[in-house]
């Protein structure tokens, strides 16, 4: 016995998407080292807070450029789209992503990529924000349920080449919510 809701991108004014409807229901983390003043939980705002992953400690690898959305286990998530704003900084001097991947996983290990952007220029600038779609299709026999959604930046656009600074405004899922799975 299930149900489910659907969430789909409204507008640049109105960004409301699966993480602000579920709210605290759904639990974040990332890597690397936070600061107790840009926390995680700036990404869920949709103002000009931030979260970066690099407080004192640079990252050096994947491990530490993720920002994971875990649903509990009693919803996953189809995902469709996604939103991510950029910080404040301008261009090539600050960690607006560049190359990333988005993944979805039901045991917080094995993941299947369902987005990946090499290269991408659109939130290389002040509070630039974008809608991406998941372009990579999964089989339609293949389950496309998750509990967790990752996000794992690869690149960053800072010249002095710090490619697992991960720095965002904020971030936003879009697609079908399943419970009770």
């Known amino acids: 016995n299930s149900s489910t809701s659907i969430h789909q991108f409204s507008s640049d004014s109105d960004t409301k998407g699966i993480i602000s409807h579920l709210g605290d229901a759904v639990s974040i983390s990332a890597g690397g080292k936070h600061n107790s003043r840009c926390p995680l939980t700036n990404i869920r705002k949709y103002d000009d807070s931030y979260f970066y992953n690099y407080y ?6 994947e491990s530490d450029s993720f920002i994971k959305f875990d649903f509990g286990s009693s919803m996953k998530v189809d995902l469709h789209s996604y939103l991510i704003r950029s910080v404040a900084g301008d261009p090539s001097f600050s960690d607006h992503p560049k190359t990333w991947r988005i993944e979805g996983s039901n045991d ?8 990946r952007r090499v290269n991408d220029p659109v939130l290389n600038g002040r509070l630039k924000q974008h809608l991406f779609t998941c372009q990579e299709r999964i089989q339609e026999n293949e389950n496309r349920k998750f509990r967790y959604i990752r996000y794992v930046q690869e690149d960053s656009w800072y010249q002095i080449r710090e490619p697992y600074y991960v720095s965002i405004t904020y971030f936003e ?9």
């Open 56 to 61: 004192g400690y640079k990252p050096i690898s």
């Open 173 to 181: 899922l879009y697609g079908i919510v399943y419970y009770n799975q």
């Open 108 to 115: 917080n290990t094995n993941w299947k990529r369902l987005d």
